[in-house]
């Protein structure tokens, strides 16, 4: 019968996709790499704290483009979140092929005047996660001989920046120190360290960015069309766009005093605070203004 076997053919082209877990997936980066993934027919596993953001967005995502897409709401400051996404990327009935970590967050603020407990959680979802996370992702992909891992830093990480560029830089030597020693397995490991990335977070925090030039922006979705190319070609390392290529370059040679000034400066001034009311806006991966930290604490469900 005619509708059987476009409904085998259907399962079987089910079966033949992969599945991308995403943290931080509900706007900002993360949001742009489910669409991006969903667009290409990839199943996704969306992973933040705001359960409903994030059903709406797997609604949306599977209406959209057919695909399979199953919320996780986990809350990556705390261990029971981190545990809740490491079981999820172990399952072997469902094995993920792709892990973005994406959720992070910044803080307004010179060193003594944020909370030592933030300093801390900040560290806890950018470091302790994104180890966690990777490892529990690779050794299942490691089995199968083929996988990727995106851990999303960003162009602080190469600049005097305090807390924040000290944890983004230490995700790019945790993952290109990865990325060597799996080497030949079939399992590809990038960073990636965009600039000024727009999203909604800014607008909902009512935060001002009028001292930003314009053609430091950059947009999410082109973003991330180019770092999911440079993870085609086997890059350990993604600086997606040819200004900032060009600043990391000059950033080299400028005194480094110099440039930890201008970057601290603008983090007091644009960065946002964790916990706040728009924490989960967005994850903006830059040296000033990088909200969005995937987060709450539950079991999954699939739309």
């Not at 991006?36 to 933040?48: E, M």
Request: contains cysteine; aromatic residues 4%; hydrophobic residues 45%.
């Amino acid at each position: 019968m005619p509708g059987a076997d476009l409904a085998a053919r259907h399962k079987r082209y089910r079966a033949a996709m992969t599945t991308a877990l995403i943290t931080g997936a509900t706007a900002g980066i993360g949001a742009a790499f489910a669409r991006r993934l969903a667009t290409d027919g990839h199943n996704l596993v969306l992973v933040a704290r705001d359960v409903r953001r994030l059903r709406e967005h797997a609604t949306e995502l599977h209406d959209r483009h057919g695909i399979e897409a199953e919320v996780l709401a986990a809350d990556l400051s705390k261990d029971s979140g981190i545990e809740a996404v490491e079981k999820r990327l172990g399952d072997p009935r469902a094995p993920v092929d792709l892990l973005v970590n994406n959720a992070g967050f910044g803080q307004r603020g010179a060193f003594l005047d944020v909370p030592l407990d933030d300093e801390l959680v900040m560290l806890k979802v950018h470091c302790e996660a994104v180890l966690r996370l990777t490892r529990a992702a690779v050794a299942r992909m490691r089995e199968r001989g083929r996988g990727g891992v995106v851990n999303v830093a960003s162009v602080a990480a190469f600049v005097p920046r305090g807390t924040y560029g000290a944890s983004k830089a230490w995700i790019v030597q945790f993952t290109q120190g990865v990325a060597r020693d799996l080497a030949g397995s079939g399992v590809r490991l990038m960073v990636l360290c965009p600039g000024f990335v727009r999203t909604e977070f800014h607008e909902r925090a009512g935060l001002g960015t009028d001292n930003i030039p314009s053609w430091m922006w950059l947009d999410a979705d082109k973003l991330v069309v180019a770092a999911l190319a440079d993870l085609a070609r086997g890059r350990s390392l993604s600086i997606p766009d040819p200004r900032y290529k060009a600043l990391m370059g000059a950033a080299r040679l400028a005194p480094r005093g110099l440039l930890g000034g201008i970057s601290s400066r603008a983090g007091r001034k644009y960065g946002p605070r964790h916990g706040s009311a728009d924490a989960d806006a967005a994850q903006g991966a830059d040296a000033s203004a990088d909200p969005g930290s995937g987060s709450g604490s539950g079991s999954g469900a699939t739309v």
